[in-house]
């Protein structure tokens, strides 16, 4: 199963939130980075050889990606982004914008066959931007994470791509509830996750594989599961 993470609007936290979908999946999980910032919110230190964005530009075989992957703990490994001789990338548009329809289904055919050969799942995480659509008919499942701003679900509202589940980072004193963002999306929310900042102390220390939140966790695991 292939899971793909996305925010219409920056600062939604998708990449924290997709990296912690990850870490609590009870089965085998490879944590996909299209977005550049997932090894930084790991604690991990920047790839020193190409990445999953740089292999999408180019024209190599799909066994090119088994040597890319990294182990994260004992159960989650990373296809980290990279772009070029740059540490991590730049946005997901602006570098996965030329990707040829067929080579996102050479992808996700290689995540379909990790998923098998693992009996695990796959997380990828877009980051902040519209997903290419032949990226998104291709996945099983497409989770927009939003935080109930209404200038984030007008946005998500006016996108060609339809999540097929919402993930509502909670922030206290917002007038939008859980039903108003399924209204506004036409998807049901599937998980909540209250803002907070011991997940970005958490973060700020590398230390989000051990240190988020029990109550955080739990909630991502029901879904996760």
């Known amino acids: ?5 996305w925010a219409a609007k920056g600062g939604s936290g998708t990449t924290v939130v997709t990296t912690l979908f990850a870490l609590e999946a009870p089965r085998p999980t490879l944590l996909v ?10 604690g991990l230190p920047d790839p020193d050889r190409p990445g999953v964005v740089d292999w999408l530009r180019g024209s190599g075989a799909a066994t090119q990606l088994d040597d890319l ?33 067929a080579r996102w289904g050479e992808l996700i055919a290689w995540l379909d066959s990790w998923a098998q050969q693992h009996s695990g799942t796959v997380w990828v995480d877009h980051g902040t931007g ?3 659509a032949a990226l998104a ?10 935080r109930p701003c209404y200038l984030a679900l007008r946005r998500a509202a006016a996108s060609p791509i339809r999540p097929t589940g919402v993930v509502v980072v909670s922030e206290a004193r917002r007038s939008l509830g859980a039903r108003d963002i399924e ?3 036409g998807a049901p929310v599937v998980a909540t996750i209250p803002f ?12 989000l594989v ?16």
């Open 69 to 101: 992957v990294v182990d994260v703990d004992a159960s989650t490994a990373l296809l980290p982004c990279r772009v070029g001789g740059a540490p991590t990338g730049p946005t997901t548009g602006s570098a996965t914008e030329a990707v040829t329809p």
């Open 130 to 132: 519209v997903p290419s």
């Open 33 to 42: 980075d299209l977005a550049g910032e997932t090894p930084a919110v790991l």
């Open 1 to 5: 199963m292939v899971t793909l993470c």
């Open 183 to 185: 209204r506004s999306l």
């Open 210 to 225: 051990t240190r988020a939140p029990f109550t955080v966790r739990r909630e991502l695991r029901r879904f996760a599961a």
């Open 196 to 207: 907070d900042p011991h997940i970005a102390r958490a973060v700020d220390a590398g230390l």
């Open 137 to 146: 008919e291709l996945v099983q499942h497409r989770l927009l994470v939003t």
